[in-house]
């Protein structure tokens, strides 16, 4: 019976207070707004959507907010809201192909049909803290591009191989409803769909963990990044009882696809194959780590050895969410005294035989 628990519901009360004093800080410091947060920590914001499984920037800028900046507890808050949503259905694929690209870069071809698309990176950085950001002055806006002539065509890189069967064939849509883990328990093996779900919502410093590994030899991946590309895409649905397709809205997205070594045997001519990473916002470091690691899942589906914890879906989907992980870890906080007591009774007795035993041992030995 946990008797010291009771009575402690002020106490909680109080915590709350508490918690809500330290959230706002100091109240002589400008509170920070959701659109604030929304605006200037948006890959933060990207990241919370995609963990949380919900495309809302607003609702993942006041988690945020509420969770004082803890990346885990705001998913927290957005997956639970998301419980109260209704469901209509399953949106239709989205066309990553008609993106409206806003970056778009490729590791593997250098010229390609609607060109290179830098657009808002870290990647040629200095990397150095740049003090001017707490002077608060404005930005300089950024160079208008000169126009490519073939701007409105940015063809897939994998489709480019796939017209000359350079790569796998991308998996035909047979028109089944595609599983839901948020609604039915992962059964194992689990196929693809359920695997991509998974590791789009797992905890990116989890999956880039684990990608990590696949570099470094385990997992047999050797990837080429064939395309990230960042930009806004349409949501269409069909509603049953009209029959076609109704647009919804677009999102954000950032999709990459890796190229990877090559597979061929006596029936199939040697060809690359494929991993593959989608995530909300942009979102780059995560959509690339789930390439690898999905790739890497496929290794019996392609006849690879499992012999990698990237490799294994069992220890990767049942380790990768950062709610499920965090309901673990946290729960020792929460009060033991009882399995405490009942241990500390166990290992009390254990001492007590062993004293016996060693008082009775030296007995014997002083007789001797």
Do not use: W
């Not at 402690?8 to 400008?30: C, M, S, T």
């Not at 701007?151 to 796939?162: F, K």
């Amino acid at each position: 019976m946990y008797v010291a628990v009771k009575g402690g519901e002020a106490a909680i009360d109080n915590a709350h207070r508490l918690l809500a004093e330290a959230r706002r800080g100091d109240p002589a410091v400008p509170e920070l707004s959701v659109e604030q947060i929304r605006e200037q920590m948006a890959l933060l914001v990207d990241r919370v959507m995609t963990e949380g499984s919900l495309y809302d920037p607003n609702l993942a800028a006041l988690a945020l907010k509420q969770a004082r900046g803890d990346v885990v507890e705001a998913v927290f808050l957005v997956r639970a809201y998301r419980t109260t949503l209704p469901r209509f259905g399953a949106s239709a694929p989205v066309d990553t192909g008609a993106m409206a690209v806003e970056r778009r870069i490729s590791a593997t071809f250098k010229d390609l049909p609607g060109g290179q698309v830098l657009g808002p990176t870290f990647d040629y950085t200095h990397r150095l803290v740049d003090f001017a950001l707490a002077a608060e002055a404005g930005i300089e806006p950024a160079a208008e591009a000169e126009p490519r002539a073939d701007a409105g065509s940015c063809p897939r890189v994998t489709d480019l191989l796939a017209r000359d069967g350079l790569i796998e064939p991308s998996p035909p849509d047979d028109g089944a409803p595609a599983g839901d883990l948020t609604r039915e328990p992962v059964d194992y093996p689990a196929d693809r769909a359920l695997r991509l779900q998974a590791l789009a919502r797992g905890d990116e410093g989890f999956v880039l963990g684990l990608a990590y590994s696949t570099q470094r030899g385990y997992g047999r991946t050797h990837p080429f990044v064939g395309e990230i590309r960042v930009g806004e895409v349409a949501v269409e649905f069909v509603p049953e009882e009209l029959g076609f397709a109704v647009p919804l809205g677009r999102i954000r997205l950032t999709e990459c696809q890796m190229v990877n070594q090559f597979k061929g045997s006596g029936a199939a001519p040697p060809q690359f194959t494929r991993g593959y990473g989608l995530s909300f916002g942009q979102s780059e470091r995560k959509a690339m780590a789930m390439a690898l690691v999905d790739r890497a899942l496929r290794a019996e589906e392609l006849g690879e050895p499992v012999a990698s914890p990237a490799q294994d879906q069992e220890f990767v989907l049942a380790h990768c969410d950062s709610l499920q992980a965090t309901g673990f870890v946290e729960h020792l906080k929460l009060p033991h005294y009882v399995d405490f007591q009942a241990e500390l009774e166990l290992v009390r007795r254990l001492r007590t035989e062993f004293e016996r035993e060693s008082d009775t041992v030296e007995m014997q030995e002083a007789a001797e």
